[in-house]
């Protein structure tokens, strides 16, 4: 067998190779992920939504809500693929091969299984599957913000690679992994007619504000010291799907409506002090040299050994000296 024209061990033709196997895997995986959930949330008997009514628990979501968010999602995912064959500028193609690469492949088929155990009720296997979802999406997003971060200059890398990977991260992070979690531990009540539990025991609200309070909590701080609008976006629209479904216990109907303000409100107060407040001003000039030679006038030596010498300067304590009209002329 011949060899071939082109050396695959060079970096070039690997990189090349791992762009081509990612325009194929990754809108391959997109479809079996929409694919399976939409079969399980509109076809399966039971259904994801009916899934959830069956057990409820304190911070079981708006399912219209979290419909409306995956929605998103799946836009936000095609785009990608779409950038993914476009894309042109090296930094956007070393974005998507080095930082997101394979990880968002492997997230979506875990969802598409995700999907499949939920319905089957396999609580166990579901909770696992979106412990590794998360930490898949974890590490693309973490990648993404240390080596690729998002500038003004790229704003399609903005809109089509960071905020689709940032919404899909905070979709486990902040809902469906407590929620599963939550579920497999038996911390759900059985499901009554419309209204709270008999019980209010049954709702187990301590460990549910423990969730929303610390979840939210991590999202603020994220919100207010990266003024990460992608962020404040899904984190308030979650805080949205708790308090609108109920019924819901008053220690997490509180504190997700509160957060649903807070999100906002810091990004605001953190731009106006990034805006106004900061040491980085963006029109200060720095002059490279001595900062002192304004204020520095050669004068000579009065001293008959150093007459003829060449002068030395002479500090002006109190400034430059003025210049009178005689000089200007």
């Known amino acids: 067998m011949e060899a071939l024209p082109v050396d695959l061990s060079s970096p070039s033709i690997k990189f090349y190779l791992a762009l081509v196997r990612l325009q194929v895997l990754t809108p391959l995986s997109l479809l079996i992920n929409i694919a399976s959930i939409l079969v399980c949330a509109l076809v399966a008997n039971p259904s994801i939504r009916e899934v959830s009514r069956l057990h409820p628990t304190a911070i079981t979501p708006n399912s219209h809500a979290m419909a409306i968010y995956v929605g998103i999602i799946w836009l936000g995912q095609i785009g990608y693929c779409v950038l993914l064959v476009l894309a042109r500028k090296d930094e956007t193609k070393r974005a998507m091969v080095s930082a997101v690469g394979l990880a968002l492949v492997f997230g979506n088929i875990v969802m598409a ?27 693309s997003n973490v990648a993404l913000l240390v080596y690729h971060p998002p500038v003004s200059s790229r704003p399609l890398d903005t809109a089509l690679i960071h905020a689709p990977m940032r919404f899909y991260f905070i979709l486990p992070f902040s809902i469906l992994f ?25 709702y187990h609200a301590t460990a549910a504000f423990g969730v929303v309070l610390g979840t939210n909590l991590f999202s603020l701080l994220v919100i207010a010291l990266h003024r990460d609008i992608i962020w404040c976006i899904a984190a308030t629209w979650i805080a949205v799907s708790l308090w609108s479904a109920m019924p819901k216990p008053a220690s997490v109907s509180i504190t997700a409506i509160t957060f649903t303000a807070l999100h906002p409100l810091a990004l605001i107060l953190s731009l106006i002090y990034e805006r106004f407040y900061s040491r980085k001003r963006p029109n200060q000039v720095a002059l490279v040299g001595d900062e002192r030679g304004l204020y520095v006038t050669p004068t000579p030596d009065p001293t008959p050994a150093n007459f003829n010498n060449q002068a030395r300067p002479a500090e002006i304590p109190n400034g430059p000296s003025e210049i009178d009209e005689e000089t200007w002329g």
């Open 113 to 139: 299984l995700w999907a499949i155990a939920f319905v089957m009720q396999w609580f166990l296997l579901s909770t696992i599957l979106l412990g590794i979802l998360l930490l898949l999406l974890c590490f």
């Open 178 to 202: 407590p929620l599963s979690l939550f579920i497999t531990l038996g911390l759900w009540y059985t499901p009554t007619p419309p209204g709270p539990p008999t019980d209010p025991a049954a």
